[in-house]
Nanobody, 129 residues
Framework: QVQLAESGGDSVQVGGSLNLSCVVSGLPFGDTCLGWFRQFPGVERELGAIAGISDIGTTSYADSVKGRFTISKDYAKNTLFLQMNNLTPEDSVMYYC?????????????????????WGQGINVTVSS
């Protein structure tokens, strides 16, 4: 059974940092493409891509987070990470990790939600001023 379990969500102040984690089980981690998505502010059940990482570790980022967020993974721990720096109130939404063996690109992973078969339950991030 495939499971993705996020952790690390919290409430922080503007300019603060958080490191989200997503433990992946039930998939061959080294062959799996991974992504982070987040809810569009004010729009339920509509997600936008933040970052993707391929099976070999290449990465891709949405323009809105380039330079502030870093996606990475730990093969030994089967864990995906999202380091988020310089957070703003606009980053206050639900975040989701996603996995699929076919979503990899030469650079990172696709940004289409329909390309991912497996999703975490979501985790909340709150940034206050």
């Amino acid at each position: 059974q495939v499971q993705l379990a996020e952790s690390g969500g919290d409430s922080v102040q503007v300019g603060g940092s958080l490191n989200l984690s997503c433990v992946v089980s039930g998939l061959p981690f080294g062959d799996t493409c991974l992504g982070w998505f987040r809810q569009f502010p004010g729009v339920e059940r509509e997600l936008g891509a933040i970052a993707g990482i391929s099976d070999i570790g290449t990465t891709s980022y949405a323009d809105s987070v380039k330079g502030r967020f870093t996606i990475s993974k730990d093969y030994a721990k089967n864990t995906l990470f999202l380091q988020m720096n310089n957070l703003t109130p606009e980053d206050s939404v639900m975040y989701y990790c996603a996995a699929d063996r076919l979503a990899c690109l030469k650079t990172g992973a696709t940004f289409r939600t329909t390309d991912y078969a497996y999703w975490g339950q979501g985790i909340n991030v709150t940034v206050s001023s």
